[in-house]
């Protein structure tokens, strides 16, 4: 089993930064592609940014320029710099990892979620 624990949300002010983390522990023999989701009330959960093992990242067109994604293999943690954030960024953020275990099965594994909230 694999456990993906986020943390960094908060409240932040129109403009302001955060940073969210997201730590994957268990049975793990690699984790291939890790990202962030997001889902703001009444909406569908969407991506916001996703970062493969090797290869070039991507973002939402409406993140693009100022949310970063970087992984660190080492910690098999996934973060998200979030600067200039804006009220339409409130939502609840998932980190979501595909992960082969020794058995080199994989499976998708969800983050519980974080809450950022954005005050104009």
């Known amino acids: 089993q694999v456990q993906l624990v986020e943390s960094g949300g908060g409240l932040v002010q129109a403009g302001g930064s955060l940073t969210l983390s997201c730590a994957a522990s268990g049975s793990i023999f690699s984790i291939n592609a890790m990202g962030w989701y997001r889902q703001a009330p009444g909406k569908e959960r969407e991506l916001v940014a996703r970062?493969?093992?090797?290869?070039?990242?991507n973002y939402a067109d409406s993140v693009k320029g100022r949310f970063t994604i970087s992984r660190d293999n080492a910690k098999n943690t996934v973060y998200l710099q979030m600067n200039s954030l804006r009220p339409e960024d409130t939502a609840v953020y998932y980190c979501?990892?595909?992960?082969?275990?020794?058995?080199?099965?994989?499976?998708?594994?969800w983050g519980q979620g974080t809450q950022v909230t954005v005050s104009s």
């Open positions: 970062i493969p093992s090797g290869g070039i990242t």
């Open positions: 979501n990892a595909l992960v082969t275990n020794y058995y080199h099965t994989s499976f998708r594994y």
